[in-house]
């Protein structure tokens, strides 16, 4: 059975390497994604930074811990208290102590940290040159800072709600690569920013635990826990958590879209061998020889190309992991670890794919007759197993029925990315099975008026396509997976897009905006709330968590402001209840939440891990999940004021109310904008690094699906060589002949695009409806340029790839490739 399998495989080597092509390259992908996605799995252990030289540091937790039934759950609070004074003072008897306050400063224009000298001892930072500062007009900043400062320069220092002026540059330290330091004097950095964030001890960690546990919410750290007290310590977890996502999600569909792709090769090239089984059937080969030649030839084939295909993806995984680093989709770190695994996977699913790929075919051609079979081989008459037909009817009626029942249930759940993504899977699997009994008449519905043209070009190409459905299926394949997947993602993210756009200015019902992008500075605050002629709301931004139905603990962003102020300027889309209901015992919820009653109190942690018991005061409809929440400013954890709104009162002077709050503005260092310019400014649109995640992934795809739709196009064009001769018989010349295969070509295109284009319409109708459930009035956006893109690449490959090997056939004389066929 096996040297038979290899003669056959060595006599019709052009199918063979089709399908090796195919394989290898789909496994390439499910490798090479698999070993960056394991690369996520483990971030890299850092030690301490900030406070490397001190023993113990006592800070904030920045960690809500609630216990629950099903045990300990946790989430991140947005404004930890302070270290109290009391326990800095305590501390300091201990042992020698150093007092850390953090605080934001702008240097000569750019963003920087403020800190107090006197714990410089605690950190890496050590005197380059110069020396400490002893006043208030003297700083020490990193090297590099300003644009390569150095002793005895000035600048000029803004912190918030204080303009320091221009001290004077009295030292420099060694950038430690987290952030660009400024050192103030002790005294000079209390007065800037009292709280103390942290203190550096150095004592017995145990009598430092004692006394610290007398003041709840504080965290005792030493060892390699000091890293809780870096600036941003979860930065490498959570950019592999956004890599993870970025990961997987291309994972799922790189491996769909080589899996698909496999299959449809694999069956095609067992269809195009119809001939051959019914000569085998013929000279007494039972069907069993039959199918168990088709398999063991697969097996062969599925063996050699998994294993090129993981050496493939080894080989391109650092290549992957490169390019999302230099693109920013990755931290500068990420590199491929030594994880095996993804190999194992990719392998066993290639092999798997290519038995998968010819069991039905395989199985169909053992059972027909002798001359069945023959006759089979000389016209595809197209008939769909009904097998088939059944797993395609399911597939698509289960991916209408998930569609149906999110929008039924819970349409929000239609917007969310795993619904997005997976969803459009099982409708173009689903179209992909019954494609050959939609060819034909889409076929013919679009090549109705080229076949009434003049020439017999429209007409040949007509009736080609229409009686070779098997092939016509197999091209059109990758191209309505391409397609479906580009419109059904881009589009929707596109989508949603608009409609948090449309309900963020919806909302925004302020003349002017100030701030947005961190704390306002104080003077300016003070100046705005007593601007004559126009209403304000001074807002902060903050964080509210509640438990819900028991084991989940989810925190929502909120905004606190004063209830007159946010009534006057924003317009939130209640569903039930008023603003100006709100108070300090009070909350504005959306209808995500459990406890949506208004009236109705509900248990919930502030920013700063305290737990209060607030009464719903009103209630904001879903829309698309970023409403948030509305506290007032004594449930803000003394967080600061971030933004202004500003309404021009009626009758009152708009260029002078606007002239005072821009001069407000440039005395402070504040932007000061109209609301459009706010709107543009903070479009809540998908992040570019979420965008260009997906076309990254829909690259990958495209590429794949641009080989294997060259990849078929080969193995079909091969095997119509005695058709080309025909045509050349019978008079038609070379030009012809390739006009007519590339017209052949686009056509299977085009029948590919629109099957894909239904299935992305489809999916964004499905999108559309979620929104007009969630009474969000948006359109669908539709990514034309990306489509266009894509149809034009895959029209090109699809030219180039059908005409090239008609060329090479029509070298030879046509009366040679009769006669040898007969």
């Not at 060595?10 to 063979?16: A, E, G, K, Q």
């Amino acid at each position: 059975m096996l040297s038979s399998a290899l003669r056959s495989m060595r006599t019709r080597w052009v199918t063979f390497v089709g399908s090796f092509i195919a394989l290898a390259l789909g496994v390439g992908l499910i490798a090479m994604t698999g070993l960056a996605l394991a690369a996520t799995f483990d971030a890299p252990e850092r030690g301490p930074e900030r406070f490397a030289g001190a023993p113990v540091v006592v800070a904030p937790s920045d960690t809500l811990r609630v216990p629950t039934a099903v045990g300990e759950r946790t989430a991140r609070l947005t404004g930890p208290r302070p270290v109290p004074q009391r326990l800095a003072d305590g501390l300091s008897r201990l042992g020698r102590t150093a007092e850390d306050r953090t605080f934001p400063v702008r240097l000569g224009g750019a963003e920087a940290v403020g800190h107090p000298w006197s714990v410089a001892s605690a950190t890496p930072y050590r005197l380059a040159s110069g020396r400490p500062p002893a006043g208030a007009g003297e700083v020490v900043v990193t090297t590099g800072a300003g644009g390569g400062l150095r002793t005895g320069d000035q600048v000029r220092i803004t912190t918030p709600g204080t303009a320091v002026g221009t001290p004077t540059v009295v030292g420099t330290v060694k950038d430690a690569g987290f952030e660009t330091a400024v050192f103030f004097g002790d005294a000079e950095a209390a007065r800037i920013h009292p709280a103390v964030d942290a203190v550096a001890v150095h004592a017995d960690a145990d009598a430092v635990r004692r006394l610290a546990g007398q003041f709840p919410g504080m965290s005792v750290l030493t060892g390699d826990e000091r890293h809780r007290a870096d600036p941003d310590p979860d930065r490498d977890s959570e950019a592999l958590t956004a890599v993870n996502a970025l990961l997987g999600t291309a994972a799922g569909i790189t491996g769909f879209v080589s899996v698909f792709v496999v299959a449809s090769t694999f069956s095609f090239a067992v269809a195009q061998r119809r001939r051959e089984f019914g000569l085998l059937r013929t000279a007494g080969a039972t069907p069993g020889q039959v199918r168990r030649t088709v398999v063991v030839e697969a097996l062969v084939v599925g063996v050699l190309a998994s294993a090129a295909g993981c050496l493939l993806g080894e080989a391109a995984a650092p290549l992957l992991a490169g390019l999302l680093a230099d693109e920013g989709l990755a931290p500068a770190w990420f590199a491929v670890g030594d994880a095996t695994w993804p190999l194992h996977t990719a392998f066993w699913a290639g092999l798997g794919v290519a038995l998968a790929g010819v069991a039905v075919a395989s199985h169909r051609a053992g059972r027909v007759r002798p001359v069945e079979a023959l006759r089979d081989a000389a016209v595809d008459a197209g008939a769909i197993p009904p097998s088939r037909l059944l797993a395609g009817a399911a597939v698509l009626l289960t991916g209408l029925g998930l569609l149906g029942w999110s929008l039924v249930t819970d349409p929000g759940d239609a917007l969310k990315r795993k619904a997005y993504i997976l969803q459009p899977m099982w409708i173009i699997v689903g179209c992909a099975l019954l494609a050959p009994l939609l060819v034909r008449p889409l076929t013919r519905l679009l090549t109705w008026l080229p076949a009434r043209l003049p020439g017999a070009t429209g007409l040949l190409a007509r009736q080609n396509a229409s009686v070779s459905l098997r092939r016509t299926a197999a091209v059109a394949a990758p191209v309505l997976i391409t397609v479906a997947l580009t419109g059904s993602l881009l589009g929707t993210v596109a989508t949603i897009d608009e409609a948090r756009a449309t309900e963020v200015a919806a909302v925004a019902g302020a003349d002017l905006v100030a701030g947005g992008d961190g704390p306002l500075d104080p003077r300016f605050v003070h100046r705005v709330r007593k601007l004559p002629g126009a209403v304000t709301s001074a807002s902060r931004s903050t964080g509210v968590t509640v438990l819900e139905e028991g084991t989940a603990l989810i925190t929502s962003e909120a905004r606190a402001a004063d209830p007159a102020g946010l009534a006057a300027t924003a317009r939130l889309p209640l569903v039930a209840g008023r603003i100006s209901d709100l108070d300090d015992g009070s909350v504005i919820v959306n209808e995500e939440w459990e406890t949506r009653t208004v009236g109705r109190r509900v248990s919930v942690w502030l920013g700063d891990g305290r737990k209060v018991s607030l009464r719903v005061a009103a209630v904001m409809r879903t829309g698309t999940g970023s409403n948030g929440v509305y506290v007032t400013p004594a449930n803000a954890a003394g967080a600061p004021v971030d933004r202004i709104d500003v309404k021009i009162s009626e009758g009152a002077d708009r260029s002078a109310v606007r002239a005072l709050l821009e001069k407000a503005g440039r005395d402070t260092g504040t932007p000061v904008m109209t609301r459009d310019a706010w709107l543009d400014a903070h479009d809540p649109r998908t992040g570019g690094n979420t965008r260009a995640g997906l076309l990254l992934i829909l690259g990958i795809a495209l590429l794949y699906t641009g080989i294997a739709l060259a990849n078929t196009l080969v193995m079909a064009t091969s095997d119509r060589v005695r058709d080309l001769a025909v045509l050349r018989l019978t008079g038609a010349t070379k030009t012809q002949v390739l006009r007519l295969v590339a017209v052949e070509a686009l056509m299977v295109v085009a029948v590919g695009a629109v099957l894909g284009a239904a299935v992305a319409g489809l999916n964004l109708l499905g999108v559309k409806g979620a929104l007009e459930l969630l009474a969000v009035s948006s359109p669908v956006v539709v990514p034309w340029p990306a489509l266009g893109a894509v149809l034009a690449a895959c029209a090109l490959a699809a030219t180039v790839s059908a005409v090239l090997p008609a060329l090479a056939a029509l070298r030879t004389r046509p009366v040679e490739v009769a006669g040898a066929r007969e």
